[in-house]
């Protein structure tokens, strides 16, 4: 007889017949405390959007030197000044199309020919150039 009681409660309970389900509504009340955290978490959160903004700002400014310096390279690519050394010249312009060189008492004199471009070193010195 037990074992039928249990078994007809446990198949009750299955197909939910005399369950009921009970629930309770409650309400929350919210209480504002004016603690010590809450009074830094303004300064903490204007503290956090400030150091964000320093970061990003030093990145961009980072990003600014490093562009300067791309185009400074690029500037001195291609370029020569009275004054620089052959191996100077020969690592911003590459080789040159042709080499002209004398040679006498006075030193070594050379012309380099890069396309229409005409450059003159008197003892690996650029001395002048012409275009």
Request: charged share 30%.
């Amino acid at each position: 007889m037990k074992k039928l009681l249990i078994l007809l409660v446990l198949a009750g309970m299955l197909i939910g017949v005399g369950c009921e389900e009970k629930r309770e509504h409650t309400t929350k009340t919210t209480v504002y405390t004016n603690t010590y955290e809450e009074r830094r978490k303004p300064a903490a959160d204007a503290k956090a959007k400030k150091d964000f903004y320093m970061v990003l700002y030093e990145q961009q400014e980072t990003e600014k030197r490093r562009r300067a310096v791309v185009r400074r390279m690029k500037a001195e690519l291609n370029t020569f000044r009275i004054g620089q050394t052959t191996t100077v010249v020969r690592r911003n312009m590459g080789s040159p199309d042709d080499i002209n060189r004398s040679v006498g008492r006075w030193g070594v004199h050379e012309q380099w020919v890069y396309g229409n471009k005409y450059l003159y070193f008197e003892n690996g010195i650029l001395t002048s150039w012409q275009d």
